[in-house]
């Protein structure tokens, strides 16, 4: 597979940086307590933590899916936790999110759902009417021949296999021209092989459209072997922010709480793996 030479986002390193964010889903105590994360250039960073921990939380605040209760988001210096309507709808399309389940539109072709991702740049009438601008059929087919989905361009989305799909998903998030990316359990609907190829895919996106990429796993293997940083949240707080190298048994089972932290999890690092 060619690798892309896409210009995506801004000029120089992308950069997101949350401060002191705090979620509290009405009166309940809050999910996220203070949380400060700085993410630059094109690092993967893997977050981790038992379930409840608090990981879908973070990554729906920094898109705005749900309304932070108080703190800073900023991408590239611009403040993202207090926009509204049109503004909102802009900065949502320099994140792109990539989901667990998918989320395509199965009675749809590859293509129809692939740029499905430029409807936040097209007009009404053009996405009612399907008429995108040929550019952006052009980068529809040299993403998708980048994954290897591009022979699939006008199947329905529910004749692809479970890894095929995904890589429609990445696809999609990329045609937003995204300043970073956002993958929510990317890998946990499938099997290990697919898991891992899908991993790799996007380390190397990452690396070749210098895209800063935040990836929710619960799988610690994976992110030890995919991934640049592994930051650890429980209950809310950051406890681990360090290299995979950095993240031992000890650090996994403070992450963890002695729970969920089965021994396969702990897969050493192989140069391959990481390639
Ligand atoms: N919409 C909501 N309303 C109320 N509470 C919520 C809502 N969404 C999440 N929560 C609660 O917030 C806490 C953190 O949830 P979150 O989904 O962020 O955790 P997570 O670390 O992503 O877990 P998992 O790995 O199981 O997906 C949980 O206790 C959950 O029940």
Known sequence: MAHLNIEVGLQGAVMLEITQ?????????????GLD?????????????????????????????????SGSIKLNGDELSHLRGQAL??????????????????????????????????????????????????????????VGIAQYANKRADELSGGERQRVGVVRALMQEPDILLADEPTASLDPVTSEQIMKLMRSLAEELSLPVLINIHNVAQARAYTERI???????????????RFDKAALEEVYG?????????????AEDSA
């Open 21 to 33: 964010l705090v979620k509290r889903y009405g009166r309940n105590e809050p999910v996220l307590k």
């Open 37 to 69: 994360l700085t993410v630059e250039g094109n690092t993967v960073v893997a977050i981790v933590g038992a379930s409840g921990a608090g990981k879908s939380t973070l990554l729906r605040c920094i898109n705005r899916l749900i309304e932070p209760s």
């Open 231 to 245: 930051v650890g949240l429980r209950h809310g707080h950051m406890i681990f922010d360090g290299s995979p190298e």
């Open 258 to 270: 002695g729970i969920e932290a089965p021994d396969e999890t702990m897969a050493p690092v192989t």
């Open 89 to 146: 709808r802009q900065a949502r399309r320099r994140i792109g999110m990539v989901f667990q389940g998918f989320n395509l539109i199965d009675r749809l072709s590859v293509m129809e759902n692939v740029l499905a991702g430029r409807l936040g740049y097209v007009t009404f009438l053009q996405a009612w009417r399907r008429r995108f601008p040929q550019q952006d059929i052009e980068r529809a087919f040299e993403l998708m021949e980048r």
